[in-house]
């Protein structure tokens, strides 16, 4: 830790004092020294390390191979940090200061990349680096030989979709650059995934003891799948510690970035062996005869000439270096005008060479280079199944293919070795199965998973006996989802006890005992609140979200039978009944013997017909065609009123209308969340004396039929309860009214635990196969249709009572109908008692029609035209 922070002293002494030189330097001009010339690449590398060494090799090839082909000169300026982060600050300053390259390549930086960052945007000279650090914004003039760090989570997020895995946890190193960019990792992940927990470690004080820690923390809970995203060396303790902690071992599984996978063949042995079946994103380099001429050279001489790099594979990092010489070469020689042996050493111009290698495009060994964003363009990554020195190649992504895990690629390119034909994924403690996102079985621990003790409504939770287990509704609705999830889940259902030992509960208690971690989860008829889920977390309802209405149906009334119509329709159809009688009794009183006789007789035969027609039973035979008219048209209103009446009347036989009024009294279940929706909705305060709780089914129905003024006018409570209750006493008790104020019963588990999001899915599938249905019947209802003791079932708050203005259409229909009988039987009257011929009076009119015109056509009849009047012109 000393070490550290005498690094970081030091380098803030170097930047102070050093640094106004260089930016003193560039802003005179800075030239080069005196009769240089060519292209002039500053190169700072640890000439120890494997990386070193092949980027080292590769540039030299490059330098030759550009010479050879245009005779172009390039001067290498080269330092060796020998691996030291101050040295390579240090040899950064000494090249922009004094040897005034035009643009420096400086492959590994770790805790010094920022600085060295910083050191060529104040020297405007181009910086080309396979290190990560903060966005181009903030430093313009760093560029990066890689892909950008944050597009390779399009394939994390591919292969986590893959093997649906939904709860994972991201282990980052915490650099100046990874700070930035973490954030839209994160982000990016969460929009595919339900829970990420990220890790970060800072690698100037990630020692042994300090990864351990937050390895045992994440062990504890119950993640088991991680995503690494660290440098090589960050990352390679990370593996080693996990290993120690058994994390590496059958049921974890370890995604491992490009930013650790592409140093895979550089890996130390032990790091290597540590990481045995993780599954990692490599750079993916296309296969050409070009590559794989360089390759056999590159291993001809290079290794030849250095038996160190024997061992060494040669990797992504060699052909991006030696591209990476040809890229500069191509823009300072065209910038400038250098070509064969017409080698002239110009004036540093950083800001025209990085814009002019910004835009260049040209292929290389590794394909198309270009830069994006101040990064190398996105080709593609191989999936690599760690086995054995190099692992095996189980597909790859792309940014236009996405991901396929069919092994397509073949095994001709760089790194592609393979160490076995098969292409299965194998996964740590050698399974072949793929982990889930976490871990039940940890350490043998099982689930305690607790469950209410209940006085009444024993159909959802059915307390164990000597010979019987713990059974209801609730608890197969629990197991069924269990067996859903395809795996064991080892678990125990208890019994709830509060603190004291007892099993007298409040269904938040029992709430706290689970966010207190006394028990992982709880189930049973408890209702998901927008309060608990502070808490706790609960899985999606697996009952209605309704609350119900019951009430004692009220057939004791005796003018029950006059609900179906208000005063106004009985009225007006009373009226409209003898109306009827009437007409028909004026129309044929004169011809039919039938509706003749004394008044008393004629006054009810009146009153008899119009009862009749309501039964369409009248004995009378009707002989005027008008009097079959108006009664036509009176059977149809008849019919409709009729039918309207029976129907309402039978909903009203099985259904009372309840509206709960101030000096009702509402039943509730004690320990239940909807005490507080009755509150909320029906103007009661929390200590009104007209709120009763009750246990069981048996209460209820107590307190229902009592007509004392103790009991109460109605029941409030969650739908299955209902249902149960509805079950127990089919006649008498109905539902009225139904509620969307609540949320239904649910599972809930300590926070962030993978469960939830599991047995969500497995409820969700039980609603499908209409499982759910099925248990309801079991349990609810014993195995009855529902519509048996559950009459209404929507929203409705009961029949509604028919008035005058639902049947005003038909009321005048029957009206007009007996107006035009009226009409006709009063003209014929007329016609009878002035005896004109039918003849006469229409000639009669027709002279009086005639006799206006022409009065209207020739002025008064008594005037006499005058001749006209001639006038002289």
């Not at 507080?676 to 305060?685: D, K, L």
Request: charged share 20%.
């Amino acid at each position: 830790m000393r070490s550290k922070i005498q690094f970081f002293i030091s380098a803030f002494v170097l930047l102070i004092f050093i640094n106004p030189l260089c930016i003193n330097s560039v802003t005179t001009g800075g030239g080069g020294g005196g009769g240089d010339e060519g292209v002039h690449i500053g190169l700072v590398l640890d000439k120890k390390s494997s990386v070193g060494k092949i980027v080292l090799s590769c540039i030299n090839m490059a330098v030759l191979d550009i010479h050879a082909q245009n005779g172009t000169e390039i001067v290498l300026h080269t330092r060796d940090t020998k691996g030291d982060s101050l040295n390579a600050i240090t040899s950064s300053l000494d090249l922009l200061n004094n040897s005034k390259v035009q643009v420096m390549i400086v492959p590994e930086l770790g805790i010094e990349a920022s600085m060295v960052a910083s050191l060529g945007d104040n020297a405007k000279v181009p910086i080309l680096s396979f290190t990560s650090v903060p966005s181009a914004s903030e430093h313009p003039y760093y560029l990066q030989i890689k892909e950008n760090e944050t597009a390779q989570f399009d394939a994390v997020i591919a292969l986590l979709e893959k093997f649906n895995w939904r709860n994972i946890v991201l282990i980052y190193e915490e650099t100046d650059g990874g700070r930035n960019s973490l954030k839209d990792i994160v982000d990016k992940l969460q929009e595919k995934t339900d829970h990420v927990v990220y890790k970060s470690f800072n690698p100037i004080v990630a020692d042994d003891g300090m990864i351990i820690d937050e390895l045992v923390k994440l062990k504890s809970m119950l993640a088991s799948v991680f995503v690494v995203h660290t440098s090589h060396n960050l990352g390679a303790k990370v593996f080693l510690n996990a290993k120690r902690l058994s994390m590496m071992d059958r049921g974890y599984a370890w995604l491992v970035t490009s930013e650790m996978m592409d140093f895979f063949d550089s890996l130390d042995p032990s790091a290597l062996d540590s990481m045995q079946f993780a599954l990692g994103l490599k750079s993916y380099i296309p296969t050409s005869s070009e590559l794989q001429n360089f390759t056999v050279r590159w291993k001809r001489e290079v290794q030849y000439a250095d038996p160190d790099l024997e061992s060494t594979e040669f990797n992504i990092f060699g052909v991006k270096a030696y591209d990476t010489i040809w890229a500069l070469t191509k823009v300072i020689a065209n910038l400038y005008n250098i070509s064969g042996s017409v080698n002239a050493r110009v004036s540093s111009n950083g800001s025209e060479i990085l814009a002019k290698l910004s835009e260049s495009e040209f292929r290389g060994l590794g394909g198309d280079y270009q830069f994006i964003n101040g990064a190398l363009n996105l080709k593609g990554y191989e999936v690599i199944n760690v086995i054995g020195k190099h692992g095996n190649i189980v597909g790859n992504w792309t940014p236009v293919n996405g991901l396929s895990l069919d092994s397509s690629l073949s095994n001709d390119g760089v790194g592609q070795s393979v160490t076995s034909d098969t292409k299965t994924v194998i996964w740590p403690g050698r399974s072949p199965n793929i982990p889930k996102s976490w871990l039940l079985h940890e350490s043998g621990r099982r689930l305690q998973i607790a469950y209410p003790v209940k006085g009444g409504f024993q159909e959802l939770v059915t307390p164990p006996t000597d010979t019987t287990e713990v059974t209801g509704f609730v608890i197969e609705v629990f197991q069924a989802a269990m067996d859903y999830l395809g795996y064991d889940v080892p678990y125990d259902l208890v019994p709830y006890k509060n603190v004291t030992g007892g099993y007298q509960q409040t269904y938040d208690e029992i709430v706290d005992s689970v966010y207190h971690k006394r028990y992982d989860a709880a189930i049973g008829d408890i209702s998901i609140t927008a309060n608990r889920s502070l808490f706790v977390d609960f899985t999606i309802p697996y009952t209605e979200l309704a609350l119900g209405t019951i009430a004692k149906l009220d057939m004791h009334n005796r003018w029950f039978f006059l609900r179906p119509f208000d005063t106004d329709l009985w009225i007006a159809g009373g009226i409209f009944f003898i109306s009827v009688g009437v007409v028909v009794w004026i129309i044929e009183h004169p011809i039919n013997e039938e509706f003749q006789g004394s008044i008393v007789q004629q006054i009810g035969i009146i009153l008899w017909f119009s009862v009749c027609t309501l039964v369409f039973a009248q004995s009378e035979h009707l002989k005027s065609n008008l009097s079959r008219f108006v009664v036509g048209i009176w059977f149809f209103v008849v019919f409709i009123l009729t039918a309207s009446y029976t129907a309402i009347l039978s909903s009203t036989l099985t259904v009372q209308q309840i509206q709960a009024t101030a000096g009702d009294n509402i039943g509730y279940q004690f320990g239940s969340s909807v005490r507080g929706n009755v509150v909320r909705n029906f103007n009661f305060n929390e200590t009104d004396i007209r709120l009763q709780h009750y246990f069981t089914a048996e209460e209820y129905e107590h307190a229902l039929s009592r007509t004392d003024g103790e009991g109460v006018s109605a029941i409030i409570d969650e739908m299955p309860y209902i249902r149960i209750f509805l079950a127990h006493y089919p006649s008498g008790y109905a539902l009225v009214e139904t509620t969307d104020t609540s949320n239904g019963f649910g599972f809930f588990f300590q926070k962030g635990s993978p469960l939830v999001l599991e047995l969500s899915r497995a409820i969700q599938h039980l609603r499908e196969i209409r499982k759910l249905r099925e248990l309801e019947q079991k349990w609810y209802s014993r195995g009855k249709e529902e519509s048996l003791f559950l009459p209404q079932q929507n929203d409705q708050t009961g029949p509604t009572t028919l008035s005058l203005s639902n049947f005003r259409g038909l009321f005048f229909i029957s009206g007009i109908s007996k107006v035009i009988a009226l009409i006709i039987i009063l003209f014929l009257f007329l016609r009878k008692r002035i005896p004109l011929k039918l003849s006469e009076v229409l000639l009669k009119l027709q002279l009086a029609v005639t006799k206006k015109y022409f009065t209207f056509r020739v002025g008064h009849p008594g005037e006499v035209a005058s001749t006209p009047r001639v006038t002289d012109i």
